[in-house]
């Protein structure tokens, strides 16, 4: 007999005998195994009240926060101190960029956008009481606050990568692949498979999540051209849902069907190229008469796009405002434009003190200089002083009257008018006045005071006019 029925022969053995004495005890019940909560369907208790202040979509000046950047300890903390500041600027919508735990593995290049926890804050920044400090005293500033979401990738060492690889795309070798765009692939982060039913579910209530744990009031998704837009429909109708709060939800994307899948905002990618064109590359003004109209293809309503003249992005790649567009007096014109013209404006920390060195990624050897140029700041804050106190400024309907070197438009908002004349270029340039609008008289916005407009006005290198009545 061999070895192997030896040990069958007692294994059978052992067992009978502990079935016949366990037989000997009384039958006592035990209690269920509890199961262990599922996140994806648990709402997690409110913290603090919903804010009540959070502006209609088109009233919104979007202000983004780069919080390696922002202040020398480079948290949540040091947002905090600075927000009066932030709030006297004119701004009423703090957006964060990502504040989540990133990824420390061997493809990680220190990336914000390289996710490792979606339920989690980095230690870098602070901790959840931190971010609730920061969000209740934006709140009694009256200021909105939207966290920065990465849902097309994670970093390496998620732990999704283990626990589920099939919520990532594979390549026909059975390897998770990295996203790619305009040739460009992203090594250090891992795509995820949006036809994974599971994923979605998990991705939107870690999103949801956010509302309830730090009572946040929307968001910024992240690359949000690149997932399909049944995936936002859900996620966006999902929070949607949550009714004790009026969430305000951007796409960083230029697709028109963002504004069917929910979306309150575009990203003014187009914008931002249409300002680098004719302040650098000299192409006429009437460039932005055109991207008025084709930036807001499939808009309804009060959908809106977001428009700058930098962001984190840029900031790094092509310089800052005062070194792209011909200095300050070129990069507050270029703002005029992306502030008066269209859509609602967002403003990157640095750009309100005239600010000249570059935020470079992964944004961890530049600080914000607060001491930067005064004369800036408070130009920054006449003008949107000027777009808050009238409705044509803010989201009135444009006419086109620019030129090759001038951007003209009027707007109108029931008997609220508005004229803007800013200069493209860095000379004086003569500017001829339609007929409809020659004679006219109007109250300066910035300056104060009465201006009648005759047949011609001639503006300085830079110049602009902010007019109303």
Same mark, same amino acid.
């Given at each position: 007999?061999?070895?192997?029925?030896?040990?069958?022969?007692?294994?059978?053995?052992?067992?009978?005998?502990?079935?016949?004495?366990?037989?000997?005890?009384?039958?006592?019940?035990?209690?269920?195994?509890?199961?262990?909560?599922?996140?994806?369907?648990?709402?997690?208790?409110?913290?603090?009240?919903?804010?009540?202040?959070?502006?209609?979509?088109?009233?919104?000046?979007?202000?983004?926060?780069?919080?390696?950047?922002?202040?020398?300890?480079? #948290? @949540?903390?040091?947002?905090?101190? =600075? /927000?009066?500041? $932030?709030? +006297?600027?004119?701004?009423? &919508?703090?957006?964060?960029?990502?504040?989540?735990?990133?990824?420390?593995?061997?493809?990680?290049?220190?990336?914000?956008?390289?996710?490792?926890?979606?339920?989690?804050?980095?230690?870098?920044?602070?901790?959840?009481?931190?971010?609730?400090?920061?969000?209740?005293?934006?709140?009694?500033?009256?200021?909105?606050?939207?966290?920065?979401?990465?849902?097309?990738?994670?970093?390496?060492?998620?732990?999704?990568?283990?626990?589920?690889?099939?919520?990532?795309?594979?390549?026909?070798?059975?390897?998770?692949?990295?996203?790619?765009?305009?040739?460009?692939?992203?090594?250090?982060?891992?795509?995820? #498979? @949006?036809?994974?039913?599971?994923? =979605? /579910?998990?991705? $939107?209530? +870690?999103?949801?999540?956010? &509302?309830?744990?730090?009572?946040?009031?929307?968001?910024?998704?992240?690359?949000?051209?690149?997932?399909?837009?049944?995936?936002?429909?859900?996620?966006?109708?999902?929070?949607?849902?949550?009714?004790?709060?009026?969430?305000?939800?951007?796409?960083?994307?230029?697709?028109?069907?963002?504004?069917?899948?929910?979306?309150?905002?575009?990203?003014?990618?187009?914008?931002?190229?249409?300002?680098?064109?004719?302040?650098?590359?000299?192409?006429?003004?009437?460039?932005?008469?055109?991207?008025?109209?084709?930036?807001?293809?499939?808009?309804?309503?009060?959908?809106?796009?977001?428009?700058?003249?930098? #962001?984190?992005?840029?900031?790094?790649?092509?310089?800052?405002?005062?070194?792209?567009?011909?200095?300050?007096?070129?990069?507050?014109?270029?703002?005029?434009?992306?502030?008066?013209?269209?859509?609602?404006?967002?403003?990157?920390?640095?750009?309100?003190?005239?600010?000249?060195?570059?935020?470079?990624?992964?944004?961890?050897?530049?600080?914000?200089?607060?001491?930067?140029?005064?004369?800036?700041?408070?130009?920054?804050?006449?003008?949107?002083?000027?777009?808050?106190?009238?409705?044509?400024?803010?989201?009135?309907?444009?006419?086109?009257?620019?030129?090759?070197?001038?951007?003209?438009?009027?707007?109108?908002?029931?008997?609220?008018?508005?004229?803007?004349?800013?200069?493209?270029?860095?000379?004086?340039?003569?500017?001829?006045?339609?007929?409809?609008?020659?004679?006219?008289?109007?109250?300066?916005?910035?300056?104060?005071?009465?201006?009648?407009?005759?047949?011609?006005?001639?503006?300085?290198?830079?110049?602009?006019?902010?007019?109303?009545?």
């Amino acid at each position: 007999m061999s070895v192997r029925s030896n040990l069958f022969q007692i294994s059978t053995v052992l067992l009978l005998t502990v079935s016949l004495v366990g037989s000997c005890k009384p039958d006592v019940p035990q209690p269920p195994t509890p199961t262990p909560p599922n996140p994806t369907t648990v709402t997690p208790p409110q913290y603090g009240a919903p804010f009540a202040g959070v502006p209609n979509r088109e009233n919104a000046v979007m202000y983004q926060v780069n919080m390696r950047a922002f202040s020398q300890a480079g #948290n @949540f903390a040091g947002v905090t101190a =600075r /927000l009066d500041s $932030i709030k +006297a600027i004119g701004v009423n &919508v703090l957006y964060l960029m990502p504040i989540y735990p990133i990824g420390t593995d061997s493809k990680s290049v220190n990336s914000p956008y390289a996710v490792k926890d979606y339920r989690a804050v980095n230690p870098e920044f602070g901790t959840l009481t931190d971010l609730r400090t920061l969000v209740d005293a934006a709140h009694a500033r009256g200021l909105t606050v939207l966290l920065d979401w990465v849902a097309n990738h994670t970093s390496f060492d998620h732990p999704w990568i283990t626990a589920h690889s099939d919520w990532y795309q594979k390549n026909a070798a059975g390897n998770i692949m990295s996203p790619s765009n305009n040739g460009t692939t992203y090594n250090d982060v891992a795509q995820l #498979n @949006f036809n994974s039913a599971p994923m =979605r /579910l998990e991705m $939107i209530s +870690a999103l949801k999540s956010w &509302v309830y744990t730090a009572n946040v009031d929307g968001f910024r998704f992240d690359y949000a051209d690149f997932q399909p837009n049944d995936f936002w429909k859900q996620a966006n109708d999902t929070l949607r849902n949550i009714k004790t709060h009026k969430l305000l939800l951007m796409a960083e994307g230029t697709r028109s069907t963002n504004f069917a899948s929910g979306f309150d905002y575009n990203f003014g990618f187009n914008f931002y190229g249409g300002i680098y064109n004719v302040y650098r590359n000299n192409q006429p003004a009437t460039v932005f008469d055109n991207l008025n109209t084709s930036e807001y293809v499939g808009a309804t309503g009060t959908q809106q796009v977001v428009r700058y003249i930098t #962001n984190h992005d840029v900031n790094g790649s092509d310089g800052t405002p005062v070194g792209l567009f011909g200095g300050n007096a070129g990069a507050m014109s270029a703002f005029v434009i992306a502030s008066c013209y269209r859509g609602i404006p967002m403003i990157y920390n640095g750009q309100e003190v005239g600010m000249t060195t570059p935020i470079t990624f992964p944004f961890t050897t530049v600080k914000v200089n607060w001491n930067g140029n005064r004369a800036i700041t408070l130009a920054y804050k006449q003008l949107l002083a000027a777009r808050a106190a009238s409705p044509a400024l803010r989201a009135g309907t444009p006419t086109a009257y620019s030129t090759t070197n001038v951007c003209a438009f009027t707007k109108t908002a029931g008997t609220d008018q508005a004229f803007v004349l800013v200069n493209v270029r860095n000379s004086a340039t003569t500017y001829t006045v339609p007929a409809a609008l020659a004679g006219t008289t109007w109250t300066n916005a910035l300056q104060g005071g009465t201006i009648t407009i005759g047949s011609q006005v001639v503006l300085p290198a830079f110049g602009y006019l902010v007019l109303k009545k």
